[in-house]
């Protein structure tokens, strides 16, 4: 059964970083491209980065291109997301995924609030 289990998230002040992970099993990880999605109260789920099976080619919503940085271990079957220079509006729900031929599966989210 796939599972994406993600952690990392909490509280963090303005400026601030996080690191995020998304534990994977259930598949063979690295065959597969990996994304993130946010969801912030009110808002539609958005793509903030996304990898390539390899890790070979990455791209990210423009408003974290420069301050998140995606990527990912094979090894440990897991994808991370690093998130520097936090602001409020990065405040969400954040969401592994991949697409496994039709089906598209999710993690249940960690909570990201940035607030001084």
């Known amino acids: 059964q796939v599972q994406l289990v993600e952690s990392g998230g909490g509280l963090v002040q303005p400026g601030g970083s996080l690191r995020l992970s998304c534990a994977a099993s259930?598949?063979?990880?690295?065959?597969?491209?990996m994304s993130w999605y946010r969801q912030a109260p009110g808002k539609e789920r958005e793509l903030v980065a996304s990898?390539?099976?390899?890790?070979?080619?990455?791209n990210y919503a423009d408003s974290v291109k420069g301050r998140f940085t995606i990527s990912r271990d094979d090894a440990k079957n897991t994808v991370y997301l690093q998130m520097n220079s936090l602001k409020p509006e990065d405040t969400a729900v954040y969401y592994c995924?991949?697409?496994?031929?039709?089906?598209?599966?999710w993690g249940q989210g960690t909570q990201v609030t940035v607030s001084s």
């Open positions: 995924t991949t697409r496994i031929w039709s089906s598209r599966y």
């Open positions: 259930g598949f063979t990880f690295s065959s597969y491209a």
């Open positions: 990898t390539s099976s390899t890790g070979g080619s990455t």
